[in-house]
């Protein structure tokens, strides 16, 4: 069981770091997804996780209060209007807009509600 669970950490790493350079996957979740995993699995990937210089205070953080960094907000933030922006350019139909704004708009007032850390 241990080794599933390091396998789906390490895949919800990836999808993370991939989340760094790509707007449509979110960065953050898939961080915290594989400590969570990590944490079932291995200690040694749990606190090597948690002491990534990147990787690390975002998870701190969320654990501690819930908090987002203003600079992960930040990037979500001009992630979604790229993602938003392109849909435009690529002039999807309206019945799709309407749902990806609806969405995208949910998202970010969970983002920005959160505290900072």
Do not use: Y
């Not at 908090?67 to 907000?73: E, F, G, S, T, Y």
């Not at 309407?98 to 900072?116: D, H, K």
């Amino acid at each position: 069981m241990r080794m599933l669970w390091a396998a789906a950490g390490a895949v919800s790493l990836m999808l993370g770091v991939i989340g760094i350079v790509l707007p449509l996957l979110p960065t953050v979740p898939f961080v915290l997804l594989a400590a969570f995993c990590f944490a079932r699995s291995s200690e040694k990937l749990h606190d090597w996780l948690l002491a990534h210089r990147t990787f690390g205070p975002m998870i701190v953080d969320w654990r501690r209060n819930g908090a987002i960094h203003r600079r992960a907000k930040l990037a979500a933030t001009a992630s979604v209007g790229l993602v938003f922006v392109v849909s435009l350019v690529l002039q999807l139909p309206a019945h799709v807009l309407l749902i990806q704004a609806i969405t995208l708009s949910g998202v970010m007032v969970f983002i920005w509600t959160r505290p900072e850390a």
